[in-house]
Antibody
Framework: EVQLAESGGGLVQPGGSLRLSCAASGFTFNSHALGWVRQAPGKGLEWVSVISIRGDSTYYADSVKGRVTISRDNSKTTFYLQMNGLRAEDTAVYYC???????????????WGQGTLVTVSS | DIQMTQSPSTLSASVGDRVTITCRASQSVSDLLAWYQQKPGKAPKLLIYRASSLNSGVPSRFSGSGSGTEFTLTISSLQPDDFATYYCQQFNTFSLTFGGGSKVEIK
């Protein structure tokens, strides 16, 4: 059974940093791109970032580019989202996601974690 | 970035109704369009990819169609478990974008 489990969310002051982790199991970790999608309270879904299978390609939404870094550790079957310079508008539930392979195009996500809440407030 | 616009934003329907949700892209995304279902407090669930391919385990009452800039998600006979919010997502580019969501409510 595929499982994705986020951790690392919490309350942080504006300008602060946070590192989210996503522990994965139940699939061949190094055969899938992985990513993060967020959802502000009461709002819709917003894609944040994706990292390729080997980690040599990363993609970011314009809203977080330059402030966020995605990485993965294939030996630990865990991936991360390092967030710096946090702003109030980054407040959201952050979901880690796994790509569905073999469908063409860029990325579609067939498994999602349960989400971790990041609150940016003084 | 490609903008995705869904309509309606809210839809009231009854069990057994046929329901259709529309998603429009600001430029062509070919058939690189997915649909997700999200229930309150839960993570989204992938329903359809490549505009019309049903994800594993998704009931056949769900179907998708369209290409280019206009897409539809249809639920042929609405069931109690289907009251949720639905999102489209384009994956034609590496800058992924979601629609704003369409909430299906009980009439």
């Amino acid at each position: 059974e595929v499982q994705l489990a986020e951790s690392g969310g919490g309350l942080v002051q504006p300008g602060g940093s946070l590192r989210l982790s996503c522990a994965a199991s139940g699939f061949t970790f190094n055969s899938h791109a992985l990513g993060w999608v967020r959802q502000a309270p009461g709002k819709g879904l917003e894609w944040v970032s994706v990292i390729s299978i080997r980690g040599d390609s990363t993609y970011y939404a314009d809203s977080v580019k330059g402030r966020v870094t995605i990485s993965r550790d294939n030996s630990k079957t865990t991936f991360y989202l390092q967030m710096n310079g946090l702003r109030a508008e980054d407040t959201a539930v952050y979901y880690c996601v796994k790509e569905l392979v073999g469908v063409g195009g860029s990325y579609v996500f067939d498994y999602w974690g349960q989400g971790t809440l990041v609150t940016v407030s003084s | 970035d490609i903008q995705m616009t869904q309509s309606p934003s809210t839809l009231s329907a009854s069990v057994g109704d046929r329901v259709t949700i529309t998603c429009r892209a600001s430029q062509s995304v070919s058939d690189l369009l997915a649909w997700y279902q999200q229930k309150p407090g839960k993570a989204p669930k992938l329903l359809i990819y490549r505009a019309s391919s049903l994800n594993s385990g998704v009931p056949s009452r769900f179907s998708g169609s369209g290409s280019g800039t206009e897409f539809t998600l249809t639920i042929s006979s609405l069931q109690p478990d289907d009251f949720a919010t639905y999102y489209c997502q384009q994956f034609n580019t590496f800058s992924l974008t979601f629609g704003g969501g369409s909430k299906v409510e009980i009439k």
